[in-house]
T-cell receptor, first 114, second 113 residues
Framework: SQKIEQNSEALNIQEGKTATLTCNYT??????LQWYRQDPGRGPVFLLL?????KEKRKERLKVTFDTTLKQSLFHITASQPADSATYLC?????????????FGGGTRLMVKP | KAGVTQTPRYLIKTRGQQVTLSCSPI?????VSWYQQTPGQGLQFLFE???????NKGNFPGRFSGRQFSNSRSEMNVSTLELGDSALYLC????????????FGPGTRLLVL
């Protein structure tokens, strides 16, 4: 089964700086990778999906890269704001067959200080 | 469009009891997936239902079961509850295509005493 590693330590950055979160996976290369945001006591909220043939994807202040050779995805938040403070999860399909069986990383907690 | 709803939001049970949790997906969505989230294990996939059929299953014991109705609403059941079943149970709905966004509900927080 797929194994995903995210930095389990909290990431503390100053408002206005760029936050960079890492997601490393083992085993087979997935057809796509997703990033979610989760606030305490709430369900995850989808942010971005990047496919294996895409190197980079952007959405407003968010940018995701996908390096299938390194088996790694980087998630960037530029001009970070205190409201960006949350836990960020990456997720991969457990297999590339039909269905929505996602394996999630343990998440990285981001704290943006004013 | 209304989001994914889960009931109840909070539940306290004792060991040995059973529990049923409910999930109503976004209108038009045919896939419902269930996840268990704990501080130690993170988010773990339980099972997915699509058009009333279980399409995928995670590595959980048979005490965990589910079903989906013709209106796509889904229930999951946990029998013979154990202390370790205390967790946030999340359901997610999507149209069913593999690479589609999954929309999560707020979760049901289960405490087993």
């Amino acid at each position: 089964s797929q194994k995903i590693e995210q930095n389990s330590e909290a990431l503390n950055i100053q408002e206005g700086k760029t936050a960079t979160l890492t997601c490393n996976y083992t085993n087979y290369s997935p057809a796509y990778l997703q990033w979610y945001r989760q606030d305490p006591g709430r369900g995850p909220v989808f942010l971005l999906l990047i496919r294996e043939n895409e190197k980079e994807k952007r959405k407003e202040r968010l940018k995701v890269t996908f390096d299938t050779t390194l088996k790694q995805s980087l998630f960037h938040i530029t001009a970070s704001q205190p409201a960006d403070s949350a836990t960020y999860l990456c997720a991969l399909p457990e297999n590339n067959n039909a269905g929505n069986m996602l394996t999630f990383g343990g998440g990285t907690r981001l704290m943006v200080k004013p | 469009k209304a989001g994914v709803t889960q009931t109840p939001r909070y539940l306290i049970k004792t060991r040995g009891q059973q529990v049923t949790l409910s999930c109503s997906p976004i209108s038009g969505h045919r896939s419902v997936s269930w996840y268990q989230q704990t501080p130690g294990q993170g988010l773990q996939f339980l099972f997915e239902y699509f058009s009333e059929t279980q399409r995928n299953k995670g590595n959980f014991p048979g005490r965990f079961s589910g079903r989906q109705f013709s209106n796509s609403r889904s229930e999951m059941n946990v029998s013979t509850l154990e202390l370790g079943d205390s967790a946030l149970y999340l359901c997610a709905s999507s149209s069913g295509r593999q690479d589609e966004t999954q929309y999560f509900g707020p979760g049901t927080r289960l405490l087993v005493l």
